[in-house]
């Protein structure tokens, strides 16, 4: 800073100084308004504009000449001091870490920002002695001593103060008679003396201190007290400007000194008074809009705002001094260590450690100070909170409470709820403790208002894009975006006794079930048509209000609906991405003619909003079940409510009026997911999953009651009771685990089946505006689906969902696994079903988000509930079905079904080197085979078009299991099961039968229309509106017999394989059997080869799967395995399929397009042969019982009964071949329509010897004629 003036210092003295007319009178320091006078050092004063120096006796070149000989004199003591300076510091680098280096420089070099109470630390522990002395003496002052008089004048500088400290390097020059001196503020190690007798004296450290307190008012408290410096012409106009009375003006012209002097002293106990006046203040006062103007702040006027900043900025302050002394205490001990004794060196560093230890005592105090601050901001706005009258400020206490909540969450490092000291040290926490302190009820009023200004608030929301993202003044709500509130709640929920609050809050649950106001109905006001309105207004204004009747239909208080708008926790979750929404609907417009990219980037962003808002709600959540045993209830009962509301949620068509919305229930689906997250991963925390939760109404509060309208229905018809009572080790755990499993069943899984839905609306939609001859992707209703289907993949495919979902699916799995069959007999059936949709849902849709993560729990309870110990357990044969889809659609190798979609992380078992789990698992290996086997016939029953896509999965599980040796010793045992066989071949041939006459039908008319097509003049004559119809039948037959054929196909392949093997081969010759095997092998030749096989000659027949030679050659295979068998000889005599001209067509097709090997070709044309002998026995043997009583024939089938058995429902006797096949299909009687079983079915070993009797005597009487 020297150096900066001396250039101007040079050219005034060189051009005359004061005896220079031009320069009379140039000084810059006249603030005080003195006029220049003469040549009297005197007159000038501070002002250094004095006139010539007249009365000295020199001329004017003596007086030239002296000042340059003074400004070179000062020059060269300047030059010095530097390099002396410069030496030390090199010797400071080498010895002091980089830390102190930097701390140094902070200490020596001036900032532009506003200072700190440290900054004046800095420069008391830098500058002991002069450069307090600086302070008050202006040490660019220069003296002139001669024996002929004595003048002085002020040295010009380029600053605009009036005080001007010349500091370089923390040294304080004074510019002294004709040899410049100078006196160094920073003592060093080779000048002891000096620093030891320039100790600061106590009015200057007062002086300090006072200026330090100042300071730290106006920072803390933004306050600037009447009558000190800090009200001069600088005062920050952030500031607030108290005159406590006395103190002096707000006058810049005052002088420092004046200022000190006068200026009100600063205490601890005058805090209360400081802050009283500022509080005191009207909304209205100027000075309060002057400072917020100035500093941009958004928390407006009011207390709690107000208070809460102070409290933080009083906490930063309290940190920043105490660094402050750490930082003196280190330099202290570094030039201790560096004196090693030294005399001068101890002398220097005791004189040091005496500033020290004021400026200590100086800290001390201003931490009382800061501390008392804190205190006081908090009494005050508790007592603001408590008596809204005291301050004018504050009012609204509540309504501020929650704006400074929401402004915190949006600055949490400056807000009310930051904690400065750890935990339970932020403003919120101390205030509350205060307010509980003093008034409990008051306390929870005032949080009972806060909590529902935010809930309010949040009513308003229905998406995530909802609000302007605000939080300031917001008016405890506003426009604050859904994100914004929730994280205020959760702020105020921070606090264990504000929570008990909320919980305890009247609006925190529903009305108890079975209370008069459980049922009182609530009705949404009706819009009414304005008065002024005209004609044309009104019956647009009825339209609109027609338009939005569903979301003002009525609901009871105690229910879905009520549960998402009148609750504090269910106004939070109805908040989501809801796939009707108009604007999230707008967001997808269009979508078949945009990008995929497009498409990906709208779904990312709005997601990315989805998984914000629901990781703030999970906070909420764990914030109430940490506050607390009585908040953790509370909220565990409003989980409870919820699912029990929404019992209906899980219906085709759900009551709107009942159950809340869909995305409510996703999102408490994610909470209680994450609530499950501890232990899900845990398997030590797992077990404590207590599976007699579901049989404890007690707990589950009628979620899994047994009875009644709401009843949930177990897997064993009727389950044992636990032998004990209910009573587990950990009681959260299960009650999170089997409140989660109940929300997926009413939320994840109908969400689920509603995209598929969607995508088969949108695929029909696209398709009919083809058949239309439009462009699909630009049809209209085609779009209208795509945006809702994309809408909704936005909540239901969110990244979290998905693995959470998976996860639980799997630690289900473990559950069903490690308990005991009567246990497992107890459970729910949904859990089951949910399960299995849940993984092959994913699979078809979002099969990347399975990559890894582990379900081979899934894959070991499948195997377990297939196998044939479980079959009678599992009753559902629709579940049985769903249990074998999961096999196909997870765990059956790509390779194998021409998926590649699944990552090879599910299917393959890394315990076994990566082997596929089907062929790793023990348990698989000994019952799967038999398991699918006995399925494939199950699945009868579960519907038409669903049995077909069954069976085809099942039949590519058998056919990988046949290939398989692991597998091979179990097929073997097929063999020994009678009854499960004959109910899988009956599947097979009821499947082949079905298949073959609907392809061959499509596959007639799919040939006509192609035809019909091919000739344009023919076309062309057909209306443009038949020729519509005809275009979309064809589409429609030509996707329904790609399928049919292609399980066609897979289902005769497995009939060729699995008779290959012997012992299979026999089961299929047995009585219930070998006349249906014959029927249905016979009905697929003449299909095949027929008269009318040259109808199924259709263009590209391999686009519709259409393999005729394949299928050829595989069903004469089969006949050739059979046509050594006897039984299955006379069977096809029997038949009247039985064609020989067809069977001998059959043979020359085989020769001569080469299908058959040549063993095979000779035993299928060897067939006819022995049908002809086979058929003289036939004839024989009906030309013998044509005159049979009736007790001897079928009632059904009018034929000679081999096996007679008796049915006790309707006391009739059938051939035991004709119930069993009739029971494979439907399990009544045939006569009465009773229920009806084989196992019920008895023998008629009367009936039978009578029958034998009476063949063996027609016999005879044949044999004599």
Same mark, same amino acid.
């Given at each position: 800073?020297?150096?900066? +003036? ?67 004199? @000062? ?58 002395? !600086? ?11 001669? =024996? ?55 009015? #200057? ?109 009083? =906490? ?73 009258? &005291? ?60 909590? @529902? ?36 709640? %959760? ?7 504000? !929570?008990?609050? *909320? ?23 009706? /819009?009414?048509?304005?008065? #002024? ?10 339209? @609109? ?163 009644? #309208?709401? !009843? ?21 755990? /299960? ?58 993949? *936005? ?12 996860? +639980?699916?799997?630690? @289900? ?12 007999? $107890? ?30 729990? *899934? ?9 044939? =110990? ?189 008779? !290959?093997?012997?012992?299979?081969? $026999? ?139 008796? &049915? ?11 119930? %069993?096949?009739?029971?494979?299909? #439907? ?17 008629? /070993? ?20």
């Amino acid at each position: 800073r020297v150096m900066s +003036f001396l250039p101007d210092l040079a050219s005034w003295a060189l051009g005359g100084g004061a005896g220079n007319p031009d320069n009379a009178g140039d000084g810059n320091g006249g603030e005080d308004g003195q006029q220049r006078q003469g040549n009297s050092l005197g007159a000038g004063g501070s002002g250094g504009g004095t006139g010539a120096g007249g009365g000295s006796g020199l001329t004017d070149d003596e007086i030239r000449r002296k000042r340059v000989a003074r400004m070179m004199a @000062m020059q060269q003591q300047q030059q010095q001091q530097q390099q002396q300076q410069q030496q030390n510091q090199r010797q400071e680098d080498e010895e002091e870490t980089e830390q102190e280096t930097e701390m140094d420089k902070m200490e020596v070099e001036p900032t532009t920002s506003t200072p700190t109470v440290a900054d004046v630390d800095m420069a008391d522990a830098s500058t002991p002695a002069t450069a307090t002395a !600086a302070a008050t003496t202006p040490t660019g002052t220069v003296n002139n001593n001669s =024996s002929s008089g004595s003048g002085s004048t002020a040295i010009p500088s380029s600053s605009e103060s009036d005080r001007m400290d010349v500091v370089v390097d923390n040294a304080a020059v004074v510019v002294d008679s004709d040899e410049p001196r100078t006196k160094k503020t920073k003592a060093s190690a080779s000048s002891p003396a000096k620093a030891s007798a320039a100790a600061p004296s106590a009015a #200057d450290m007062a002086r300090k201190l006072a200026k330090k307190k100042d300071l730290l008012l106006r920072k803390t408290l933004s306050i600037a007290l009447a009558g000190t410096t800090s009200t001069g012409s600088g005062t920050d106009q952030s500031c607030v400007v108290i005159d406590l009375g006395g103190s002096g003006s707000n006058d810049g012209a005052s002088s420092s000194s004046a200022a000190a002097a006068s200026s009100p002293e600063i205490t601890v106990q005058s805090i209360t008074e400081i802050l009283a006046a500022r509080l005191s203040l009207p909304r209205t006062h100027p000075s309060l809009r002057t400072a917020i103007t100035s500093t941009q702040q958004n928390s407006g006027t009011g207390i709690v705002a107000y208070c809460g900043q102070c409290y933080v900025r009083a =906490s930063q302050e309290i940190k920043t001094v105490r660094e402050g002394r750490e930082r003196r205490d280190k330099r202290r001990r570094l030039k201790e260590e560096k004196a090693k004794g030294a005399e001068e060196a101890v002398e220097a560093a005791t004189a040091t450690g005496t500033t020290d230890s004021i400026l200590n005592t100086h800290d001390e105090e201003l931490i009382a100070i800061l501390k008392e601050i804190q205190i006081q901001v908090v009494n005050y706005t508790a007592s603001s909170l408590l008596e809204p009258d &005291l301050f004018d400020l504050g009012t609204d206490g509540p309504s501020q409470l929650a704006a400074a909540l929401l402004q915190s969450s949006v600055d949490p490092t400056n807000g009310i709820t930051m904690n400065v000291a750890g935990s339970g040290t932020s403003f919120y926490s101390k205030l509350c403790d205060e307010l509980m302190d003093v008034d409990e009820v008051g306390f929870g009023r005032v949080v009972g208002e806060a909590v @529902m200004i935010l809930s309010d608030a949040l009513a308003k929301c229905d998406t995530v894009a909802d609000g302007g993202g605000g939080g300031g003044d917001t008016g405890g709500g506003g426009d604050a975006s859904p994100l914004v509130l929730v994280n205020a709640l %959760t702020a105020l929920c921070g606090n264990k006794a504000a !929570a008990a609050v *909320v919980a305890t809050h009247p609006t925190f649950l529903l009305p108890p079930a079975g209370s008069a106001a459980a049922s009182e109905r609530i009705t949404p006001p009706q /819009p009414v048509v304005p008065p #002024d309105a005209n004609q044309q207004q009104a019956q647009l204004y009825r339209m @609109m209000a027609a338009l939005t009747r569903g979301h003002r239909r009525g609901y009871d208080r105690r229910s879905g609906p009520a549960l998402e708008r009148d609750t504090i926790v269910g106004r939070v979750m109805k908040v989501g991405c809801p796939r009707d929404d108009p604007d999230f609907l707008t967001a997808f417009a269009n979508m078949g003619s945009r990008s995929k990219k497009d498409s990906d980037n709208t779904t990312n962003g709005l997601r990315s909003q989805l998984t914000a808002y629901q990781v703030a709600v999970n906070g909420l959540v764990k914030t109430l079940i940490t506050a607390g045993a009585g908040p953790r209830g509370k909220m565990m009962d409003w989980f409870r409510d919820a699912l029990l509301v929404n019992s209906g949620a899980a219906a085709m068509r759900p009551d709107r009026s009942k159950v809340s919305d869909q995305a409510t229930l996703i999102n408490v689906t994610v909470a209680l997911l994450k609530l499950c997250e501890p232990f899900l991963a845990n398997d030590k925390k797992a077990g404590l999953i207590d599976p007699d939760f579901v049989s404890s109404p007690s707990d589950h509060g009628g979620l899994y009651a047994t009875e009644g #309208d709401d !009843a949930i229905p177990r897997l064993a018809e009727n389950p044992p009771s636990p032998a004990q009572p209910y009573a587990p080790k950990n009681s959260f755990i /299960p009650l999170c685990f089997f409140l989660a499993a109940r929300s997926i069943h009413l939320s994840v899984i109908p969400a689920l089946d509603l995209h598929e839905s969607l995508l088969r609306w949108s695929s029909r939609a696209y398709h009919d505006a083809q058949a239309r001859g439009d462009n699909g992707r630009t049809d209209p209703d085609f779009n209208r689906y795509l945006a809702r289907v994309l809408a909704h993949e *936005v909540t239901i495919f969110s990244p979290g969902l998905l693995s959470d979902s998976l996860r +639980f699916s799997n630690a @289900m799995s473990g559950l069903l696994l490690r308990i005991t069959d009567d246990e497992l007999a $107890r459970m729910p059936e949904h859990f089951i079903d949910d399960l299995c949709d849940c993984v092959t849902m994913m699979s078809h849709s979002k099969p990347e988000a399975m990559r890894g993560v582990d379900v081979a729990n *899934v894959f070991k309870v499948v195997v377990k509930l297939l196998s044939p =110990s479980y079959a009678k357990l599992v009753r559902n044969y629709n579940l049985r079905a769903k249990l074998g889809d999961v096999l196909h659609d997870l765990y059956l190798p790509p390779k194998t079904n021409h998926r590649d979609a699944v990552p090879s992380s599910v299917y393959c078992d890394p315990t076994a080197g990566g082997q596929p789990y089907l062929l790793s698992d023990k348990l698989a290996q000994e019952t799967l085979a038999p398991s699918l086997l006995l399925l494939y016939g199950e699945v009868e029953h579960t519907g038409y078009y669903e049995k077909m896509n069954h069976r085809a999965k099942i039949s590519e599980l058998l056919r990988f299991l046949w290939e398989s040796s692991e597998h091979r010793s179990a097929f073997r045992k097929i063999s020994q099961n009678k009854e499960s066989f004959i109910k899988f071949s009956n599947g097979l041939m009821n499947e082949t039968n079905h298949q073959i006459a609907e392809a061959m039908e499509k596959l007639v008319e799919i040939r006509r229309v192609q035809v019909q097509m091919g000739n344009p003049q023919e076309w062309a004559s057909v209306p443009e509106e038949q020729r519509e119809t005809i275009s979309s039948r064809h589409e429609a037959n030509e996707r329904e017999v790609k399928s049919t054929l292609l399980g066609l196909n897979k289902t005769l392949e497995m009939l060729g394989w699995l008779n !290959a093997d012997p012992d299979i081969r $026999r089961l299929f010759l047995l009585d219930e059997m070998v006349s249906r095997l014959v029927n249905m092998l016979f009905h697929v030749l003449m299909k095949l080869v027929g008269a009318k096989g040259l109808e199924l000659k259709v263009d590209n027949p391999e686009s519709y799967n259409f393999r005729p030679k394949d299928m050829l050659r595989d069903l004469c295979s089969i006949f050739a395995n059979f046509s050594s068998a006897p039984e299955f000889c006379l069977e096809c005599a029997r038949s009247g399929y039985y064609d020989a001209e067809l069977v001998a067509k059959a043979g020359r097709t085989c020769r001569k397009l080469n299908l058959l090997t040549p063993e095979n070709l000779e035993a299928f044309e060897s067939l006819a042969e022995k049908v002809d002998a086979a058929s003289r026995d036939v004839e024989d043997f009906d030309e013998l019982t044509k005159d049979a009583p009736d007790e001897f024939l079928d009632p059904l089938m009018c034929t000679f009964m081999k096996d007679p058995v008796f &049915l006790p429902t309707s006391e009739k006797y059938m051939d035991r071949a004709t119930i %069993t096949q009739h029971l494979l299909n #439907d399990p009544k009687d045939p006569f009465n329509r009773k229920d009806l079983t084989i196992d019920m079915v008895q023998p008629a /070993p009367q009936l039978k010897e009578r029958m034998n009797l009476w063949l063996e005597e027609k016999r005879q009487a044949s044999t004599k004629e």
